[in-house]
């Protein structure tokens, strides 16, 4: 059982399979082949990586343990996300609720077992807690935030420059709320942002160089070359906040429903919801309602509650909140004709890597539960038992609206086909069809032992892999496969049946045999 399913975390199960401690491939012959050397660069070379701590525990962790390190990790990550999040709720009456919203919240269901680097949110809460409540911006907290920054980043590309800007918006509403002098706190990011340029820069120096100043290994892709349309494609949408996840067991109809029809309304930015990453943005209609009831708590009760000290704190992270959402939001949107742009477009022009705005839906969360934490306190309920009744309710209710059910995959065994291909001795090349199964080929390398060419993702000057994939179907395609070197094609009887038959055609391919799923096919010489 793999928890996650053929995601993103595919390379991770495979390199616990073929590979020895530490950073080596268990069989010579894997290291002959460019694909995998390039697919696997992390796990060989984490240290040369964009993110060398979190590189170097999975790549040392799956040689060890072996197929079972992707479910350890996710349980892992689980485990100290509720502790740390516990550790700092705690200090709230209610902080079990808060902690346990934080630790199951949509973002954590939606990359669980598929992106090991976005789980560490725990960090998050250690980080909150140096800031929380009277934070004394001293250059020696500017420092110490920025080592914490620094460390988040060597695991997390994304948390770590999230949470640079999640400490520069708390700044930014420390000043708007005049809580801090502007002398004091100038002081206080020239030290926070320098020494957490100095310290990424030193540690990614070997990722840089390799990116940057040297020629890359051949076949390297570089994984932070984003595009503007990538922006706009993962960055979230308003109503992203009210719509649950179609794959929610209570709301899934009317998810759909909902997002049918604002597609219908031929918005340009109407359809481009993507599961992978916008179901993150979704808290719970309970959870949203229960918040804005404890809000305008605090604004009818704004003058008995002026100058009370839970009252600025519980402003100060709705207005961080506030400002974390504009971050989210596309690059621009067109209103009556006029294009409006949005912080998104700036903050794409600093940094062009990180694209999937949706992620700060985690940091966005930690901001409202801290509001919410800060709020509640001023409100008195005669009845105690009532409130704690109304937040075990806000609790289980959350945790089902908020529930996105992850991907389970269970080997049920090894197709025929691999297990025909990993009988023969020679270490041959072979491609799959449809691109589709590329996945699924990658997963049972251990079992066929052959060289891959299109694994998904792959490029260098020769092909890109899915577009050799897509041109197999045509007589040019098919002989510059045949001039890679490939031995076999192996086409699955998934594909369309035009497909099908023109592969069956072909004089240049001979049947080897057939399985029940596919047909393998060998390149005439």
């Given at each position: 059982m793999l928890i996650g399913g053929l995601d993103d975390q595919i390379n991770l199960v495979v390199w616990s399979l073929i590979s020895k401690p530490f950073f080596s491939f268990a069989h010579d012959f894997f290291s002959r082949s460019e694909t995998l050397n390039v697919t696997f660069l992390a796990y060989l070379r984490p240290l040369d990586s964009n993110e060398p701590l979190t590189w170097f525990f999975i790549s040392s962790l799956a040689s060890l343990v072996g197929y079972w390190a992707n479910n350890i990790i996710v349980l892992l990550t689980l485990v100290l996300n509720f502790y740390f999040s516990h550790l700092f709720f705690k200090k709230f009456k209610y902080g079990l609720v808060f902690s346990l919203i934080?630790?199951?919240?949509?973002?954590?269901?939606?990359?669980?077992?598929?992106?090991?680097?976005?789980?560490?949110?725990?960090?998050?809460?250690?980080?909150?807690?140096?800031?929380?409540?009277?934070?004394?911006?001293?250059?020696?907290?500017?420092?110490?935030?920025?080592?914490?920054?620094?460390?988040?980043?060597?695991?997390?590309?994304?948390?770590?420059?999230?949470?640079?800007?999640?400490?520069?918006?708390?700044?930014?509403?420390?000043?708007?709320?005049?809580?801090?002098?502007i002398k004091k706190v100038t002081k206080f990011c020239v030290v926070f942002i320098t020494s957490y340029i100095l310290l990424i820069v030193t540690a990614l120096m070997p990722y840089i160089k390799?990116?940057?100043?040297?020629?890359?290994?051949?076949?390297?892709?570089?994984?932070?070359?984003?595009?503007?349309?990538?922006?706009?494609?993962?960055?979230?949408?308003?109503?992203?906040?009210?719509?649950?996840?179609?794959?929610?067991?209570?709301?899934?109809?009317?998810?759909?429903?909902?997002?049918?029809?604002?597609?219908?309304?031929?918005?340009?930015?109407?359809?481009?919801?993507?599961?992978?990453?916008?179901?993150?943005?979704?808290?719970?209609?309970?959870?949203?309602?229960?918040?804005?009831?404890?809000?305008?708590?605090?604004?009818?009760?704004?003058?008995?509650?002026?100058?009370?000290?839970?009252?600025?704190?519980?402003r100060k992270y709705l207005l961080l909140a506030f400002f974390l959402f504009l971050f989210t939001l596309p690059p621009f949107f067109t209103v009556f004709g006029q294009t409006l742009y949005t912080p998104s477009y700036l903050l794409f022009k600093i940094a062009p890597f990180f694209r999937v705005t949706s992620?700060?839906?985690?940091?966005?969360?930690?901001?409202?539960?801290?509001?919410?934490?800060?709020?509640?306190?001023?409100?008195?309920?005669?009845?105690?038992?009532?409130?704690?009744?109304?937040?075990?309710?806000?609790?289980?209710?959350?945790?089902?609206?908020?529930?996105?059910?992850?991907?389970?995959?269970?080997?049920?065994?090894?197709?025929?086909?691999?297990?025909?291909?990993?009988?023969?001795?020679?270490?041959?090349?072979?491609?799959?069809?449809?691109?589709?199964?590329?996945?699924?080929?990658?997963?049972?390398?251990?079992?066929?032992?052959?060289?891959?060419?299109?694994?998904?993702?792959?490029?260098?000057?020769t092909y890109e892999s899915q577009s050799l994939t897509e041109r197999l179907v045509t007589d040019e395609g098919l002989l510059s496969t045949r001039d890679l070197g490939v031995r076999y094609l192996l086409v699955f009887k998934n594909a369309p049946t035009e497909d099908l038959v023109y592969f069956s055609e072909q004089r240049g391919l001979i049947l080897e045999r057939e399985f029940d799923n596919s047909y393998l096919y060998y390149f005439k010489k």
């Amino acid at each position: 059982m793999l928890i996650g399913g053929l995601d993103d975390q595919i390379n991770l199960v495979v390199w616990s399979l073929i590979s020895k401690p530490f950073f080596s491939f268990a069989h010579d012959f894997f290291s002959r082949s460019e694909t995998l050397n390039v697919t696997f660069l992390a796990y060989l070379r984490p240290l040369d990586s964009n993110e060398p701590l979190t590189w170097f525990f999975i790549s040392s962790l799956a040689s060890l343990v072996g197929y079972w390190a992707n479910n350890i990790i996710v349980l892992l990550t689980l485990v100290l996300n509720f502790y740390f999040s516990h550790l700092f709720f705690k200090k709230f009456k209610y902080g079990l609720v808060f902690s346990l919203i934080f630790t199951f919240s949509s973002y954590f269901w939606l990359h669980l077992g598929k992106h090991p680097d976005l789980g560490f949110v725990w960090l998050l809460p250690v980080i909150v807690k140096k800031l929380d409540a009277d934070f004394n911006y001293s250059l020696k907290n500017g420092f110490m935030l920025a080592f914490y920054a620094f460390l988040l980043s060597l695991m997390s590309n994304y948390l770590g420059f999230f949470l640079v800007l999640f400490v520069g918006l708390f700044v930014l509403c420390d000043l708007l709320l005049k809580v801090q002098s502007i002398k004091k706190v100038t002081k206080f990011c020239v030290v926070f942002i320098t020494s957490y340029i100095l310290l990424i820069v030193t540690a990614l120096m070997p990722y840089i160089k390799i990116n940057y100043f040297n020629a890359p290994p051949q076949g390297y892709i570089n994984p932070l070359n984003r595009s503007y349309d990538d922006l706009v494609s993962f960055s979230s949408r308003p109503w992203y906040h009210f719509i649950p996840s179609p794959k929610n067991p209570v709301y899934k109809e009317l998810s759909q429903n909902l997002l049918s029809r604002i597609e219908g309304t031929g918005y340009f930015l109407a359809d481009d919801y993507f599961q992978g990453e916008h179901d993150s943005m979704f808290f719970g209609y309970f959870f949203l309602v229960s918040y804005l009831s404890v809000v305008i708590y605090n604004l009818y009760e704004r003058k008995r509650l002026n100058n009370d000290k839970n009252t600025n704190i519980h402003r100060k992270y709705l207005l961080l909140a506030f400002f974390l959402f504009l971050f989210t939001l596309p690059p621009f949107f067109t209103v009556f004709g006029q294009t409006l742009y949005t912080p998104s477009y700036l903050l794409f022009k600093i940094a062009p890597f990180f694209r999937v705005t949706s992620r700060l839906s985690i940091f966005i969360l930690l901001a409202l539960l801290l509001s919410f934490s800060y709020g509640l306190k001023n409100i008195v309920f005669k009845n105690t038992k009532i409130l704690s009744f109304l937040m075990a309710v806000l609790l289980v209710v959350t945790l089902v609206e908020s529930y996105v059910p992850p991907k389970i995959y269970k080997n049920e065994g090894t197709p025929g086909v691999y297990k025909y291909l990993g009988q023969m001795p020679t270490f041959d090349k072979f491609v799959v069809y449809p691109y589709s199964m590329t996945k699924e080929a990658l997963y049972f390398l251990p079992e066929h032992k052959k060289d891959l060419l299109n694994i998904r993702g792959f490029s260098n000057s020769t092909y890109e892999s899915q577009s050799l994939t897509e041109r197999l179907v045509t007589d040019e395609g098919l002989l510059s496969t045949r001039d890679l070197g490939v031995r076999y094609l192996l086409v699955f009887k998934n594909a369309p049946t035009e497909d099908l038959v023109y592969f069956s055609e072909q004089r240049g391919l001979i049947l080897e045999r057939e399985f029940d799923n596919s047909y393998l096919y060998y390149f005439k010489k």
